[in-house]
């Protein structure tokens, strides 16, 4: 059974840094794009940023290029979302899925998704 | 990249056939075949009900279906369950970001 259990979430000062982490397992992780989605509280969802298979290629919504960095680690079935510069507006629920298709690319959907970590950023 | 318009409600009577739209515009939705529509539960994560407009993952009920013409999509359920009470979202491939969710879609079983 895939699973994915997503940490690192928590209260944090506008400005201030903040590192999500994925665990998975259930799936061989290294043939699989990762993608983080964030869910703000009694809102819609939003796409956040994408990684490749072998991590080589990243992609990352507008709202957050130049401020998150998504990254893996394969030998340890993970996946990260470094997040600095935190605004108000980065407040949600933090979502890690899986690629649908093997070795996917930016066209694949999510299947499946974690239970999501909460980020709050306020001062 | 604006988020894909969904109607904020859909409501239905048990064993009815309800529709869920998301209209996008020729740099997503019309331009691909890689719609995907989402179920969220409350308090749950997401589940992917259907993706590449009308394929359903293992599992999910064929009720589920799925099609688009132009630059709206559709997804319809067909006789509506108790259970099929969720949040909807659309979501597909756009040219620049690469990926764009709708407004997302109340479904009421009244």
């Known amino acids: 059974e895939v699973q994915l259990l997503e940490s690192g979430g928590g209260l944090v000062q506008p400005g201030g840094s903040l590192r999500l982490s994925c665990a998975a397992s259930g799936f061989t992780f290294s043939n699989y794009g990762m993608t983080w989605v964030r869910q703000t509280p009694g809102k819609g969802l939003a796409w956040v940023a994408t990684i490749s298979a072998s991590g080589a290629n990243t992609y990352y919504a507008d709202s957050v290029k130049g401020r998150f960095t998504i990254s893996r680690d394969n030998s340890k079935n993970t996946v990260h979302l470094q997040m600095n510069s935190l605004r108000a507006a980065d407040t949600a629920l933090y979502y890690c899925a899986k690629d649908l298709r093997l070795y996917g690319d930016p066209t694949s959907p999510f299947d499946p998704w974690g239970q999501g970590t909460l980020v709050t950023v306020s001062s | 990249q604006s988020a894909l318009t969904q109607p904020a409600s859909v409501s239905g009577s048990p064993g009815q056939s309800i529709t869920i739209s998301c209209t996008g515009t020729?740099?997503?939705?019309?331009?691909?075949?890689?719609v995907s529509w989402y179920q969220q539960h409350p308090g749950k994560a997401p589940k992917l009900m259907i993706y590449?407009?009308?394929y359903r993952p293992s599992g999910v009920s064929n009720r589920f279906s799925g099609s688009k013409s132009g630059n709206t999509a559709s997804l319809t359920i067909s006789g509506l369950q108790t259970e099929d009470e969720a949040d909807y979202y659309c979501?597909?491939?756009?040219?620049?970001?690469?990926?764009?969710f709708g407004t997302g879609t109340k479904v009421t079983v009244v």
């Open positions: 979501s597909s491939y756009t040219s620049t970001s690469p990926y764009v």
């Open positions: 020729n740099s997503d939705v019309g331009g691909y075949n890689y």
């Open positions: 590449e407009v009308s």
